[in-house]
C-alpha cells in the first residue's frame, strides 16, 4: 500500500497561485500514474491533473490548462501541483492519488487510482 501526504494548501485571492505537493512513501509500482483531484462542496470528485511515472507524460483538462502545471521531482520523491490564476471555482479540498500503470486504463477516473492522500484545503475568495 502506498501512503500519500499533501501539503500546501491554504486561502488565497483570485488570481493568485498555491504550490502543492504530495509525497508517496511506502510499496509503490515500477510503473504508476499520480493524480491531483478536487471535490467541490455538493460536487462529485474530479482530476485536474495526472503525471505519468516517467515523467514525460501529464494530463490536464480544459477548465485548468495554462494555469496548472504538475511535475516530479524524483530526486525528492515528490509530486507538485502548480496552481496559478486561481478563481474562485477552483476552491475545494485536493487529494493526491497514485495508481499502477496499466495500457488502456483512463486516468481521468477516480476508480483508477487505488491510494488516495488526506485531502488539502484549498479556497480561492473573490
Known amino acids: 500500500q502506498v501512503q500519500l501526504v499533501e501539503s500546501g494548501g491554504g486561502l488565497v485571492q483570485a488570481g493568485g497561485s498555491l504550490r502543492l505537493s504530495c509525497a508517496p512513501s511506502?510499496?509503490?509500482?515500477?510503473?504508476?500514474?499520480m493524480g491531483w483531484f478536487r471535490q467541490a462542496p455538493g460536487k462529485e470528485r474530479e482530476l485536474v491533473a495526472a503525471i505519468w511515472w516517467n515523467g514525460d507524460s501529464t494530463y490536464l483538462p480544459d477548465s485548468v490548462k495554462g494555469r496548472f502545471t504538475i511535475s516530479r521531482d524524483n530526486a525528492k520523491n515528490t509530486v507538485y501541483l502548480q496552481m496559478s490564476s486561481l478563481k474562485p471555482e477552483d476552491t475545494g479540498v485536493y487529494y493526491c492519488?497514485?495508481?499502477?500503470?496499466?495500457?488502456?486504463?483512463?486516468?481521468?477516473?477516480?476508480?483508477?487510482?487505488?491510494?488516495w492522500g488526506q485531502g488539502t484545503q484549498v479556497t480561492v475568495s473573490s
Open positions: 492519488a497514485s495508481g499502477p500503470y496499466y495500457s488502456g486504463r483512463t486516468y481521468h477516473l477516480s476508480g483508477s487510482y487505488d491510494s
Open positions: 511506502g510499496r509503490t509500482f515500477s510503473r504508476y500514474v
